[in-house]
């Protein structure tokens, strides 16, 4: 109560700049928190975190050798970090580097893009579906997949229907494996994914059908499934198959899965405006006559 009553007697105090301030350091922890969900990353945070929390109680303690030590520990502990942590630190950064500023800035990928991407997509899974060509596309989200991502071939390549079908052609070295897509670029080719042991799989289901359904029960994957022996499209996302799909249905649950909301809502608005322009200019005309 008292905690209460000193946060309204200085609300008089909290200027405009302090909550800017404030929301700006809430929102740059939510972007950032996403980089720190990979396995390296999140050992080295971890580790730092303990280092400096063990610290604080020895001093609060008053261990005094322990905390000389702690605290001779931290002085020096940036270039041990840099050490021993090389390769997730080299990983972290390249990933930061990845980010552009825009994608940064905002919380979910442009409808523009994503709209090319699928594209793509349909187009390369329509022709392997008749091809009979087996196909494993991963579009990943929030969970980036970096475990499966480092099993494959880095690419790091423009999305595109050709370059899909050239992966998964038969003869190519990177045929045998999934394709793991990040926003409109394909991270890497021939990845290893884990299979799904659930027991309600069809017995007709290969391995590419129980790796779509394994990566998408353990993340919020989408995955794309191509059946090299019957040419059938299927797609799997949160642990359920959607089989035998044909490419008009495959395009429109993909755009519900990938495409933000928020601006397929503005993209219908200004559709149903431009239809209501025109219906009125039919009419004005019509009054003229």
């Not at 000193?6 to 922890?29: H, S």
């Not at 080719?189 to 884990?194: E, G, H, K, R």
């Not at 499209?233 to 495959?250: C, F, M, N, P, Q």
Request: net charge negative; hydrophobic share 45%; with cysteine.
């Amino acid at each position: 109560m008292e905690g209460f009553q000193a946060l309204i007697e200085n609300l008089p105090v909290i200027k405009l700049w302090d909550i800017v301030d404030v929301l700006i350091v809430t929102f740059l922890i939510y972007k950032l928190i996403p980089v720190f969900k990979s396995t390296g990353t999140g050992k080295i945070a971890c580790i730092i975190a303990v280092v400096l929390v063990v610290t604080w109680l020895t001093g609060v303690l008053e261990l005094y050798a322990l905390n000389y030590i702690l605290s001779q520990l931290v002085a020096v502990g940036l270039l041990a970090v840099v050490i021993l942590f090389q390769p997730e630190i080299r990983r972290m950064i390249d990933h930061m580097s990845n980010l552009k500023f825009k994608k940064f800035l905002s919380t979910e990928k442009t409808t523009k893009q994503m709209e090319l991407v699928i594209d793509h997509t349909v187009k390369a899974c329509e022709i392997m579906s008749q091809e009979h060509y087996g196909a494993l596309i991963v579009f990943s989200r929030e969970k980036q997949l970096d475990e499966y991502y480092k099993t494959g071939t880095l690419l790091d390549a423009q999305v595109s229907d050709q370059l899909l079908r050239n992966l998964f052609y038969p003869k190519s070295a990177l045929h045998d494996g999934a394709v793991i897509l990040r926003g409109d670029r394909i991270a890497a080719a021939a990845c290893v994914l884990p299979l799904s042991d659930s027991d309600r799989i069809s017995a007709d289901l290969g391995t590419r059908h129980r790796a779509a359904l394994g990566v998408s029960e353990i993340s919020d994957a989408v995955v794309v499934v191509v059946s090299e022996e019957t040419g059938a499209i299927s797609v799997a996302t949160g642990g359920v198959l959607k089989r035998h799909l044909a490419a008009e249905t495959l395009k429109q649950l993909l755009t519900n899965e990938l495409c933000p909301e928020e601006e397929k809502t503005e993209k219908k608005f200004s559709f149903l405006l431009r239809q209501k322009l025109q219906k009125n200019e039919k009419e004005e005309k019509q009054d003229e006559k």
